[in-house]
């Protein structure tokens, strides 16, 4: 019998008696708001104060620290040591370079991955290994650390993750060792179910790779039963029509939240269309809420305007999975000016309104499929085809 750490076990009881992922990135109508942005400002002090320390002792950020989420999280999130082979390099440290704006990469600087290197269908973890916030290998990734990275990188609650790695702690792709220790292999997300859904922004519904020209190809010309490469290669890779069709909706050289919802819009009206295999369910709607206005959000620069990013900015994102020159989360930026309530108010409310979005046309979406479907069997003479509610 495997042993859990007590912190990882009382996460266990919780996610499992809460409604999963329907519930991920989503905070309790209880969490207190004031709490976390005290919290905050401590990470912050005590970040200047570790910076400062580490410029005297003449080294860099230190590769442990506590975070600011509670007490007991330093117990979950601990930064496994390199193996004696292990390029120090290339081991993750979650703590950024420096306290300021023009720091905080210091040390974290863009390396793409390398032949053999782990990734995964998120691409906000993706960047926290090409940048070495989590180890840049993408492998052995202590998984309890992307929650209090949710903090560092980005001023959001580490509460709202925690269901999401359980969930891969439920689903299979994180390792649990006998003492408790949970690291995972970043491309282990790929698998279903779990994080990764149909209807993401620039990745392919998996499933449509399995076209009939596809389906076609015959076993002497490389389509064996066993070989997964034209699967893999086919849904690991950005989609370039879709990202063309994202960046199209910029005028003015920014895409904005706004831009980001009518795209969430038409990918689920034309996989609903299109792909036989599409599967939406509420926690898929709960999923792309946030996925879908966390790039604008979390990599922005304006102190209280969080609805905007540059086009170039997004683009670079989806292509090398990269931060944008001089990235800093708000609270570093801009001290005490920001506020980290409205801030998440903002995150909120617009998740609501993008799963209000995606029920709305995905019914209607549904229905006009039913429709036309019903009228091409009437006028062929055959029975009228049975509900959509399956999808």
């Not at 076990?9 to 008696?17: E, M, P």
């Not at 790039?295 to 609805?307: A, E, H, I, N």
């Amino acid at each position: 019998m495997v042993s859990l750490s007590k912190a990882s076990s009382i996460l266990f009881a919780a996610s499992s008696i809460s409604s999963h992922v329907a519930n991920a990135h989503t905070l309790p109508k209880d969490f207190d708001m004031e709490k976390f942005a005290v919290e905050l400002k401590e990470l912050r002090r005590s970040q200047k104060a570790s910076f400062e320390a580490s410029l005297t002792a003449g080294g860099r950020m230190p590769n442990r620290g506590k975070s600011s989420s509670s007490k007991t999280s330093s117990d979950i999130t601990t930064v496994a040591p390199p193996a004696a082979s292990a390029d120090a390099s290339r081991i993750g440290n979650p703590n950024p370079g420096g306290p300021t704006a023009d720091t905080f990469l210091d040390g974290h600087e863009f390396i793409p991955p390398q032949e053999g290197d782990s990734r995964g269908p998120c691409p906000i973890i993706n960047c926290m290994a090409n940048h070495g916030f989590i180890n840049r290998s993408g492998q052995d990734v202590p998984a309890f650390i992307l929650a209090e990275l949710a903090t560092t990188l980005f001023d959001l609650p580490p509460t709202m993750f925690l269901p999401v790695v359980n969930m891969a702690i439920f689903a299979g792709q994180v390792i649990v060792a006998e003492n408790g220790e949970t690291t995972l292999d970043i491309e282990r997300l790929w698998s279903r179910p779990g994080e990764e859904r149909d209807a993401s922004q620039v990745f392919p519904n998996p499933l449509r790779v399995l076209t009939e020209e596809v389906l076609g190809i015959p076993e002497s010309e490389g389509f064996e039963p066993s070989n997964e490469e034209t699967f893999t290669n086919f849904r690991y890779t950005v989609d370039e029509d879709l990202l063309q069709k994202l960046l199209a909706r910029s005028t003015d050289g920014v895409l904005t939240i706004r831009d980001h919802q009518e795209h969430l819009k038409d990918r689920i009206r034309d996989s609903i269309e299109t792909d036989i295999f599409f599967n939406f369910s509420e926690e898929s709607m709960a999923v792309a809420a946030n996925q879908y206005l966390f790039p604008v959000m979390l990599m922005g620069d304006q102190l209280d305007d969080f609805s905007f990013l540059s086009t170039d900015t997004i683009e670079t994102f989806w292509r090398q999975f990269r931060f944008p020159e001089g990235f800093a989360p708000r609270s570093v930026r801009f001290g005490a000016a920001f506020d980290v309530t409205a801030f998440n108010e903002a995150r909120q409310a617009w998740q609501t309104a993008n799963i209000e979005n995606a029920e709305e046309v995905f019914e209607e979406a549904k229905g006009e499929v039913k429709e036309e479907k019903d009228e091409e069997e009437s006028e062929s003479g055959t029975p009228p085809s049975a509900d959509l509610a399956t999808m």
